[in-house]
C-alpha cells in the first residue's frame, strides 16, 4: 500500500499519530500542501498511483480523483471543511471521502476570540508600538454588551457562543439547522437570516461551510447593511468574504476591522489587497494548529484511512452512495 500525505500541522506536530501511521507498515509519499491540482496530479500518477490520500486543503479536483484510479481506494481529510475536495465526483467515482467532525471546535473558537480581542483592543499597534519604542496608544472598544452575530451554529459556532456569554455579549445566531435546546441554554437568538444578523451585530463572526451559494456573501452589498464600524471575524472559510470589498471597507471605517485565519486562495500570494490595511488581522490557517487539536484530527484521520483499508468499520464517511 502506498499513501500519500500532504497535510503539514499533521507532520510538523509530534504526537501518537505519527506512530499510527508507522505501525501500518505503508509506504509514505511525503509532500508540503495545500497543493494545486497540477501538483497533486504528478503525486496521484508517479511511480503507479497511490491507495490512499491524508491531505488537508489540497485540490482534490475531478481530475485529480480520476487520475488516480483504479488504485485510489479512500480520501481521508485532516480536517472538517471539504470544499477543496470535489465530494460530488469522488461520489460518483466510488471514491470514499473520510472526514474529522468534533476534534477542533474549542481550538478554533478560542482563536475567533483571540482574534476578536485583538481588533477591539488594537492589540496589534500597540504591542509593535512598544517594541518600536513608542509609548503610542489608541482607545479599543469592549466586548460586554455588543451583539455578536454568528453565521453558522454548529460544533465551532456553539463553542464561540458559550465564550461570547462569558464576556457578557448578547448572541444572535443564523443557521438552517436550529438546535432549539442549545439557543434556550445559551440564550443565542434566532434571526431569519444572515442579513438580518448583519444589521442587528455589533460583531460577526463567521462559521459557515463554503459553498456555491455563499460564496462571496460578505461583500459591499452585505457590509453596506451593517452598521457603521461592526468588526468581522473569519475562522470559516475565506472565500465567504469579497476580499477587495472587505479591504475597501476597513480603509473606509466603514468596517471597524476584519480578522481572519483564511483566505480565499492560500498560501497567501502577494501583493494582497490586505496587507498595506492597518486594520485587517490575518493569521495563516492555524485556528486549529495546537498540539491538542492536531494530535486529535490527526489520528481520526489516519484512523479514518486505515480502518478503511483494512476493512474495519471505525470510520467517518461524509458521503455514500
Same mark, same amino acid.
Given at each position: 500500500?502506498?499513501?500519500?500525505?500532504?497535510?503539514?500541522?499533521?507532520?510538523?506536530?509530534? +504526537?501518537?499519530?505519527?506512530?499510527?501511521?508507522?505501525?501500518?507498515?505503508?509506504?509514505?509519499?511525503?509532500?508540503?500542501? =495545500?497543493?494545486?491540482?497540477?501538483?497533486?496530479?504528478?503525486?496521484?500518477?508517479?511511480?503507479?498511483?497511490?491507495?490512499?490520500?491524508?491531505?488537508?486543503?489540497?485540490?482534490?479536483?475531478?481530475?485529480?480523483?480520476?487520475?488516480?484510479?483504479?488504485?485510489?481506494?479512500? *480520501?481521508?481529510?485532516?480536517?472538517?471543511? *471539504?470544499?477543496?475536495?470535489?465530494? #460530488?465526483?469522488?461520489?460518483?467515482?466510488?471514491?470514499?471521502?473520510?472526514?474529522? =467532525?468534533?476534534? !477542533?471546535?474549542?481550538?478554533?473558537?478560542?482563536?475567533?476570540?483571540?482574534?476578536?480581542?485583538?481588533?477591539?483592543?488594537?492589540?496589534? $499597534?500597540?504591542? !509593535?508600538?512598544? #517594541?518600536?519604542?513608542?509609548?503610542?496608544?489608541?482607545?479599543?472598544?469592549?466586548?460586554?454588551?455588543?451583539?455578536?452575530?454568528?453565521?453558522?451554529?454548529?460544533?465551532?459556532?456553539?463553542?464561540?457562543?458559550?465564550?461570547?456569554?462569558?464576556?457578557?455579549?448578547?448572541?444572535?445566531?443564523?443557521?438552517?439547522?436550529?438546535?432549539?435546546?442549545?439557543?434556550?441554554?445559551?440564550?443565542?437568538?434566532?434571526? !431569519?437570516?444572515?442579513? $438580518?444578523?448583519?444589521?442587528?451585530?455589533?460583531?460577526?463572526?463567521?462559521?459557515?461551510?463554503?459553498?456555491?451559494?455563499?460564496? +462571496?456573501?460578505?461583500?459591499?452589498?452585505?457590509?453596506?447593511?451593517?452598521?457603521?464600524?461592526? *468588526?468581522?471575524?473569519?475562522?470559516?472559510?475565506?472565500?465567504?468574504?469579497?476580499?477587495?470589498?472587505?479591504?475597501?471597507?476597513?480603509?473606509?471605517?466603514?468596517?471597524? +476591522?476584519?480578522?481572519?485565519?483564511? *483566505?480565499?486562495?492560500?498560501?497567501?500570494?502577494?501583493?494582497?489587497?490586505?496587507?498595506?490595511?492597518?486594520?485587517?488581522?490575518?493569521?495563516?490557517?492555524?485556528?486549529?494548529?495546537?498540539? $491538542?487539536?492536531?494530535?486529535?484530527?490527526?489520528?481520526?484521520?489516519?484512523?479514518?484511512?486505515? !480502518?478503511?483499508?483494512?476493512?474495519?468499520?471505525?470510520?467517518?464517511?461524509?458521503?455514500?452512495?
Amino acid at each position: 500500500m502506498r499513501i500519500l500525505l500532504t497535510t503539514t500541522s499533521y507532520q510538523d506536530t509530534p +504526537g501518537k499519530h505519527h506512530e499510527l501511521l508507522a505501525s501500518s507498515g505503508y509506504e509514505i509519499i511525503r509532500a508540503r500542501g =495545500p497543493l494545486p491540482e497540477e501538483a497533486m496530479l504528478k503525486l496521484v500518477t508517479g511511480d503507479g498511483g497511490v491507495d490512499g490520500i491524508l491531505h488537508g486543503d489540497d485540490a482534490l479536483t475531478r481530475q485529480v480523483i480520476a487520475a488516480a484510479l483504479p488504485r485510489l481506494k479512500v *480520501l481521508s481529510k485532516y480536517g472538517i471543511g *471539504l470544499d477543496s475536495v470535489d465530494v #460530488k465526483a469522488a461520489t460518483e467515482l466510488k471514491v470514499p471521502v473520510m472526514f474529522t =467532525p468534533g476534534v !477542533n471546535h474549542t481550538t478554533v473558537a478560542e482563536h475567533t476570540f483571540g482574534l476578536l480581542i485583538m481588533l477591539a483592543k488594537k492589540l496589534r $499597534e500597540h504591542t !509593535n508600538w512598544v #517594541k518600536e519604542g513608542q509609548w503610542k496608544r489608541v482607545t479599543g472598544s469592549e466586548l460586554a454588551g455588543k451583539t455578536l452575530g454568528i453565521l453558522g451554529l454548529g460544533r465551532i459556532g456553539k463553542e464561540v457562543a458559550k465564550r461570547a456569554l462569558a464576556f457578557d455579549m448578547k448572541v444572535i445566531a443564523f443557521d438552517w439547522h436550529w438546535d432549539a435546546a442549545f439557543a434556550e441554554q445559551y440564550e443565542v437568538a434566532r434571526v !431569519n437570516s444572515a442579513a $438580518e444578523a448583519a444589521e442587528k451585530c455589533d460583531v460577526l463572526s463567521l462559521h459557515m461551510n463554503l459553498s456555491a451559494d455563499n460564496r +462571496g456573501l460578505i461583500n459591499r452589498a452585505f457590509i453596506g447593511r451593517m452598521k457603521k464600524g461592526v *468588526l468581522i471575524v473569519n475562522c470559516a472559510r475565506g472565500g465567504l468574504i469579497n476580499e477587495a470589498d472587505v479591504a475597501a471597507a476597513c480603509q473606509s471605517g466603514q468596517l471597524g +476591522g476584519y480578522a481572519a485565519d483564511v *483566505l480565499d486562495e492560500e498560501p497567501i500570494k502577494t501583493p494582497h489587497v490586505f496587507q498595506n490595511v492597518d486594520n485587517i488581522l490575518v493569521t495563516p490557517h492555524i485556528a486549529s494548529r495546537t498540539f $491538542e487539536s492536531v494530535e486529535r484530527q490527526a489520528l481520526r484521520a489516519t484512523l479514518n484511512l486505515l !480502518n478503511y483499508l483494512k476493512g474495519d468499520k471505525d470510520y467517518i464517511q461524509a458521503n455514500e452512495w
